[in-house]
């Protein structure tokens, strides 16, 4: 019944999303954090938190844990694998279109949320920045 | 015989091969709603109950004539005893901030369940908040039903108020609700029935019922968003202050004081929502025109259906009661898929479900689940739907396999 014909090679959910999701990098906590900081989405209830442990500005391990969705859960690993050993100087730098283009994949606005969840845990928890929604959309 | 066909093509949406299964959310409305409404736009908009000439006093008419119509659609003894409001959840905070200020006290008892809708949850937690009052939820059990040894115990501690909805909104559950509100009108305790999910699906008689309040919301019943009733007993609105003061809610104003409109005017401050109003009516009479029983048994039939369909799907779990004794609700988990990715799969081949926590978070903290997927049904929802729905899962299960 389904009025778009089948296909392997599936636009949005590709397969190294699905194993992001399937197998998350960094997935975990992280005794003695420097850094923990947590967010959830009220709309639908995923979750992410993120552990650092940073020394001379770099951080040296990270690791997420939560549970939602496969974009959010795969966007908060891709992350974590760009951020091991990333200064915090140029961690500040990521942006959402960093994170939208790692993810490659077309977003729908329902869904931006979920892909950008992770970004406010690194941005909210590692640099104390009010979430600032506008900056997010 | 019920002809849901014929009935789709009073819905215009339905012309390009959408599957709609989100009605519990929101429904789609009729050309004869949308008619009403434009009718009024455009032969006699103007303000109603002020102006002297002759499209006001139509605009008046039809304001007033959909009060009859909802009246005698939940059989109540006086249109004084509906109340237009934007929607359920206004009509609940008209109940806790008018009702609730005057009579609820520090340490008293406030009785609500585990999986009413936040609407029907966060007013009376701010009004607990102010007033010292205190919540308790009844549980459901595994079946997803309330439990009821719970309540009577609960309504053994004297409550000022019991609060409830008439079928819960995420599971689905149809509550024994004749036998609650006789129960909690026995122990002393003045009742409300959140009649969302209830009065557009099942109709309600709400002087057989009792209860003291009933809410419902236009849109959740064929009708446009920004309208809804609150059903209140006419002893209680008559003792109750207004919730917002404004024009039209007046007899007379001095700079000292004012004097309130009678029922019902009383608690509808400033300009209405007339199309909207017009339109609630419109939707009113197109369901009658339906017949409510007709309106169940097709929804029975559906969920059934859907019950059966979904029940062969490897990894899905459902929630709820069986099909017999839940509304046209399915809310349901498919291993290794979150909802969201589900509901963004089912879109692509234009099938609407919902995911998320269907705003009761409390309920689905008690299910351990962050959401679900729900599938919800109208008088217009066909087999079709749920087989393309049943597409979609499988989809959904060969992307993430």
């Not at chain 2, 059989?75 to 008209?94: D, F, H, P, Q, V």
Request: with cysteine; proline share 4%; net charge negative.
């Amino acid at each position: 019944m389904s009025s778009r014909p089948a296909s392997a090679d599936d636009q949005f959910y590709r397969e190294y999303i699905l194993d992001h999701y399937k197998n998350p990098r960094n997935f975990g906590r992280l005794e003695h954090a420097d850094i923990s900081h947590e967010e959830n989405n009220p709309l639908c209830g995923d979750v992410v938190g993120m552990d650092f442990k940073v020394k001379d500005g770099v951080i040296e391990d990270v690791r997420f844990h939560g549970r939602g969705c496969a974009i959010s859960q795969a966007s908060a690993s891709l992350l974590t694998e760009r951020l091991k050993g990333l200064s915090l100087d140029d961690a500040r730098k990521i942006n959402k279109e960093d994170v939208l283009g790692e993810l490659g994949i077309e977003i729908s606005p329902a869904r931006i949320k979920c892909a950008l969840l992770s970004l406010k845990v690194l941005k909210v928890g590692a640099y104390g920045l009010a979430g600032d929604d506008e900056d997010e959309e | 015989m019920y002809d849901v066909a014929a009935v789709r093509r009073d819905f215009p949406i339905f012309d390009n091969g959408l599957a709609y299964l989100d009605s519990a959310n929101t429904s789609q409305r009729p050309r004869q709603v949308t008619g009403a409404m434009m009718e009024y736009f455009e032969k006699f908009n103007s303000n109603i109950h002020r102006a002297a000439y002759h499209i006001a006093e139509e605009a008046t008419e039809r304001y007033e004539g959909t009060r009859e119509k909802v009246r005698a659609f939940i059989n109540a003894a006086s249109t004084k005893e509906i109340i237009y409001t934007r929607g359920t959840t206004e009509a609940i905070n008209l109940v806790a901030y008018s009702w609730g200020r005057a009579n609820v006290h520090p340490g008293d008892l406030i009785v609500l369940t585990i999986f009413d809708h936040h609407s029907n949850i966060v007013p009376w937690q701010i009004l607990a908040h102010e007033n010292g009052a205190h919540i308790e939820y009844v549980d459901i059990d595994e079946r997803g039903e309330l439990r009821m040894d719970q309540f009577r115990e609960l309504l053994g501690r004297g409550p000022k108020l019991v609060a409830f909805s008439h079928v819960s909104n995420a599971l689905g559950t149809i509550n024994p609700i004749d036998d609650m509100v006789a129960q909690a009108k026995r122990a002393g305790a003045t009742v409300l029935v959140d009649g969302a999910q209830g009065a557009p699906h099942h109709g309600v008689d709400v002087r057989a019922l009792g209860c003291d309040f009933y809410a419902f919301s236009g849109h959740k019943m064929l009708g446009p968003t920004g309208v809804g009733v609150l059903y209140g007993r006419r002893e209680l609105l008559e003792r109750m202050p207004p919730f917002m003061g404004g024009g039209d809610m007046i007899k007379t104003v001095s700079t000292e004081r004012t004097t309130y409109h009678d029922l019902p005017w009383k608690f509808e401050a400033g300009t209405q929502a007339i199309a909207e109003v017009i339109g609630l009516g419109a939707a009113v009479d197109y369901l009658n025109g339906l017949g409510m029983q007709n309106v169940r048994d097709h929804e029975r039939e559906i969920t059934e259906y859907a019950y059966e369909a979904l029940s062969e799907v490897d990894g899905l779990t459902m929630f709820g009661p069986p099909p017999s004794r839940r509304a046209g609700v399915i809310s349901f988990a498919l291993e290794g898929i979150h909802p969201h990715d589900l509901a963004t799969i089912a879109d692509r081949d234009q099938v609407c479900v919902r995911a998320g926590h269907h705003c009761a978070m409390p309920l689905m903290t008690r299910l351990g689940v962050a959401a679900t997927a729900r599938a919800s049904f109208y008088v217009y929802t066909q087999k079709d739907e749920v087989d393309r729905l049943v597409g979609s899962i499988k989809e959904a299960q060969r992307i993430f396999k």
